[in-house]
């Protein structure tokens, strides 16, 4: 297991941009797979990005092109680059790493508004 810290939510206005910050509690370089997903008031989690240990990346196609995970096993930490943020984007942004379960962090608040 890990536990997993997320910085770097806030308010920005739409077309604004903000960097996620997920930094685990132990080396990140034996764990395959990270990411992040998101929840809206109301509505289900569902997942934003994610990134294995070789670097491949996937997206949700509503970000795709305007968000950008990335992974430093050197500061155990995973990132995600926002751009171009919209007010649907709004939403709690949750950290997660699958070790022998799958481990989550606390969440960040992210609002995308005028």
């Known amino acids: 297991q890990v536990r997993l810290v997320e910085s770097g939510g806030g308010l920005v206005q739409p077309g604004g941009s903000l960097r996620l910050s997920c930094t685990a509690s132990r080396s990140i370089f034996s764990i395959n797979a990270m990411g992040w997903y998101r929840q809206a008031p109301g509505k289900e989690r569902d997942l934003v990005a994610r990134?294995?240990?070789?670097?491949?990346?996937n997206y949700a196609d509503s970000v795709n092109g305007r968000f950008t995970i990335s992974r430093d096993n050197a500061k155990n930490t995973v990132y995600l680059q926002m751009n171009s943020l919209k007010p649907e984007d709004t939403a709690i942004y949750y950290c997660?790493?699958?070790?022998?379960?799958?481990?989550w962090g606390q969440g960040t608040q992210v609002t995308v508004s005028s």
């Open positions: 990134i294995t240990g070789s670097g491949s990346t």
């Open positions: 997660y790493a699958d070790t022998n379960t799958r481990d």
